[in-house]
């Protein structure tokens, strides 16, 4: 079931750029900071309200976040949603038919386990499902 909207990650040539700038333009201040390895991406969480801005930085050029950057410059990567569960959320996707990148949950940031959804599956935009760690 679909909880709230997560976050929207954007992509960024220059990480501490552009949390410098999200600092000065909102007036906000980052949250959370971490590096993903295995997703190839090195993160900042600005949160707003209970919803996150995510900027992220490729840590090399084959990793996804960095072919995006190779193909498109920097700008919005995907939109994560938050549901109550992602796997459950996954098997009705696969039963509707819908293409995904991720057949099975895996580790995100902040301890929250997360899937991505295939562009095609809702009109050309990346979807992360987005799972909180429970309390």
Same mark, same amino acid.
């Given at each position: 079931? $679909?909880?709230?909207?997560?976050?929207?990650?954007?992509?960024?040539?220059?990480?501490?750029?552009?949390?410098?700038?999200?600092?000065?333009?909102?007036?906000?201040?980052?949250?959370?900071?971490?590096?993903?390895?295995?997703?190839?991406?090195?993160?900042?969480?600005?949160?707003?309200?209970?919803?996150?801005?995510?900027? $992220?930085?490729? $840590?090399?050029?084959?990793?996804?976040?960095?072919?995006?950057?190779?193909?498109?410059?920097?700008?919005?990567?995907?939109?994560?949603?938050?549901?109550?569960?992602?796997?459950?959320? $996954?098997?009705? !996707?696969?039963?509707?038919?819908?293409?995904?990148?991720?057949r099975?949950?895996?580790?995100?940031?902040?301890?929250?386990?997360?899937? !991505?959804?295939?562009?095609?599956? !809702?009109?050309?935009?990346?979807?992360?499902?987005?799972?909180?760690p429970?309390?």
């Open positions: 079931m $679909l909880e709230n909207l997560d976050h929207v990650g954007i992509a960024t040539g220059d990480l501490d750029g552009a949390v410098e700038h999200y600092r000065r333009a909102f007036g906000i201040e980052p949250t959370h900071r971490e590096t993903i390895e295995d997703q190839g991406v090195e993160e900042v969480l600005f949160q707003v309200g209970t919803s996150f801005i995510q900027l $992220l930085r490729a $840590l090399g050029p084959d990793t996804p976040v960095g072919r995006f950057l190779a193909r498109r410059g920097g700008g919005v990567h995907h939109v994560g949603y938050r549901v109550d569960d992602v796997a459950a959320t $996954l098997a009705r !996707f696969e039963a509707m038919g819908i293409p995904m990148v991720d099975s949950p895996r580790r995100g940031s902040r301890g929250t386990t997360v899937a !991505f959804v295939h562009p095609k599956g !809702f009109g050309g935009v990346l979807v992360e499902l987005v799972e909180e429970a309390p």
